[in-house]
């Protein structure tokens, strides 16, 4: 199967519950039903042919606005006890993961191929009083990357229908991390409950093997917690289901002579938590 199979096959899956796992309004895409789903004729259309930026912006202006507004319930669960510093949110769509860490004191950077995108965040920023914490950047991740160090990178549900080198990306989200910075990287186990139409050419990477991809040297890098988590969603027929999503937290080991704000207590990674679903109104692919 080639990339492009795989990135279309795998969008189909989740963009359907995108558009009806949340308030009436539409959804959001491959970061913020997130992740985690941004339908519209062009989420089941061809997409050969078109860029990453006009295929994205073509769905994003299909509608006044695709996703629900609220953030990811795993970054919240992830990242509310970490000290505020500098985050990066990797393809940050309307924005609500962004402008949730700008208001706990963050300062971010949000990224996005879409700029209709990028410009309701924007809005959305300054109705929150939050304009002055983000800066909204827009990339094509496939050519260029945000420049600086961050304590924290959010990647929710990178999926696209467009040819996404994922593991490369990922890659680089890695090196731009801050010693003791924390890499948080969601994405779904597989295709949800009522897709009847079954993609055996569908492969969801696992946390194991995200992180074998990631090839991060092991005595630079601590893993905190690396497993599934279940959610609450609403079908395209207003059927309650549920769907799993996988997890990857990670942090870089501070140098000796820096402080240590974002650690964890304990000494080894976290795979006992309690399976505490979503609501169905966060965003998330």
Not at 230 to 253: H, I, S, Y
Not at 256 to 271: E, I, L, M, R
Request: with cysteine; proline share 7%; net charge negative.
């Amino acid at each position: 199967m080639t990339a492009r199979t795989q990135h279309r096959a795998t969008a189909a899956c989740a963009d359907r519950e995108r558009h009806h796992d949340m308030v009436p309004v539409g959804h959001r895409g491959s970061h913020e039903d997130s992740h985690e789903d941004r339908g519209t004729t062009a989420m089941n259309g061809d997409a050969s042919g078109a860029s990453a930026e006009e295929y994205w912006d073509t769905r994003y202006s299909a509608n006044d606005r695709i996703w629900s507004g609220k953030p990811n319930a795993l970054l919240i669960r992830e990242v509310s006890e970490l000290s505020p510093g500098r985050a990066l949110d990797l393809g940050c769509g309307e924005g609500a993961d962004a402008i949730w860490l700008a208001q706990r004191g963050w300062h971010v950077t949000a990224v996005d191929v879409s700029r209709i995108a990028l410009a309701r965040a924007a809005e959305h920023a300054r109705q929150e009083g939050v304009a002055d914490r983000i800066d909204w950047q827009w990339h094509d991740l496939t050519e260029s990357f945000p420049a600086g160090a961050f304590d924290l990178v959010s990647a929710h549900f990178l999926h696209s229908e467009i040819d996404l080198p994922r593991e490369r990306i990922l890659r680089t989200a890695a090196a731009s991390l801050s010693a003791g910075g924390v890499l948080l990287i969601v994405g779904h186990v597989g295709c949800p409950s009522w897709e009847t139409g079954h993609h055996p050419d569908i492969h969801f990477p696992t946390p194991e093997e995200v992180l074998t991809s990631l090839d991060l040297p092991p005595a630079e890098w601590e893993l905190l917690l690396s497993g599934e988590h279940e959610r609450r969603v609403t079908g395209p027929d207003g059927q309650p289901a549920t769907r799993t999503d996988n997890l990857l937290k990670l942090r870089r080991r501070p140098d000796d002579n820096s402080p240590d704000d974002n650690g964890p207590d304990d000494n080894g990674p976290d795979d006992s938590r309690p399976d505490d679903s979503a609501p169905t109104s966060s965003d998330g692919e």
